[in-house]
T-cell receptor
Framework: GAGVSQTPSNKVTEKGKYVELRCDPI?????LYWYRQSLGQGPEFLIY????????DSGLPNDRFFAVRPEGSVSTLKIQRTERGDSAVYLC?????????????FGEGSRLTVL | DAKTTQPTSMDCAEGRAANLPCNHS???????VYWYRQIHSQGPQYIIH???NNETNEMASLIITEDRKSSTLILPHATLRDTAVYYC??????????FGQGTTLQVKP
């Protein structure tokens, strides 16, 4: 049984470039979450999807960050005009529904380094 | 807006019980207590959750005080593979998890 898959596992880019990070949730999971984690810190919530729609995007730090989930499965986190402060591990999680017993299944993360 | 307080770090001898405390004095009546852990370079892993009753599963036990202002996660027989950061989170039954800094548990041989 496949878990949550995130690609790429590592991404190095230059300041100012555009980046896309992909998340494949567990099949059938309707809820999908994005977090980012800086070194030595706990994961920081970014956005939560229920199906195709963003149920809560209060954690997106600014308008350079955008996420989509057009068919209610795969999600893409998009970062425009990257800055060095965007360097972090970006974690994706899914759960069967947004109303279940609360177990989120996390992927291994995509490590983004902005030079 | 952290809603939980945990010690920064703890040590435990291999084979002994690890007792990880968490204070959540402002918890609301509809908020659950969740525990996750994160082993180095991996994504967080769900351990257990509860509302007001004590809970046990194959990984751990969760003891919640009667006033629900604090809880303790118990790993009954810690192994070296239990070395990780443990996060205590309070959350309504739906919605996002808000992680704090967690407790770094070091299990020593």
């Amino acid at each position: 049984g496949a878990g949550v898959s995130q690609t790429p596992s590592n991404k190095v880019t230059e300041k100012g470039k555009y980046v896309e990070l992909r998340c494949d949730p567990i099949s059938g999971h309707t809820a999908l979450y994005w977090y980012r984690q800086s070194l030595g810190q706990g994961p920081e919530f970014l956005i939560y999807f229920q199906g195709t729609g963003a149920a809560d995007d209060s954690g997106l730090p600014n308008d350079r960050f955008f996420a989509v989930r057009p068919e209610g499965s795969v999600s893409t986190l998009k970062i425009q005009r990257t800055e060095r402060g965007d360097s972090a591990v970006y974690l994706c999680a899914s759960s069967p529904t947004g109303r279940d017993t609360g177990e989120l299944f996390f992927g291994e993360g995509s490590r983004l380094t902005v030079l | 807006d952290a809603k939980t307080t945990q010690p920064t770090s703890m040590d435990c001898a291999e084979g002994r019980a690890a007792n990880l405390p968490c204070n959540h004095s402002t918890i609301s009546g509809n908020e659950y207590v969740y525990w996750y852990r994160q082993i180095h370079s991996q994504g967080p892993q769900y351990i257990i959750h509860g509302l007001k009753n004590n809970e046990t599963n194959e990984m751990a036990s969760l003891i919640i005080t009667e006033d629900r202002k604090s809880s303790t996660l118990i790993l009954p027989h810690a192994t070296l593979r239990d070395t990780a950061v443990y996060y205590c989170i309070v959350r309504p039954h739906t919605g996002k998890l808000i992680f704090g800094q967690g407790t770094t548990l070091q299990v020593k041989p």
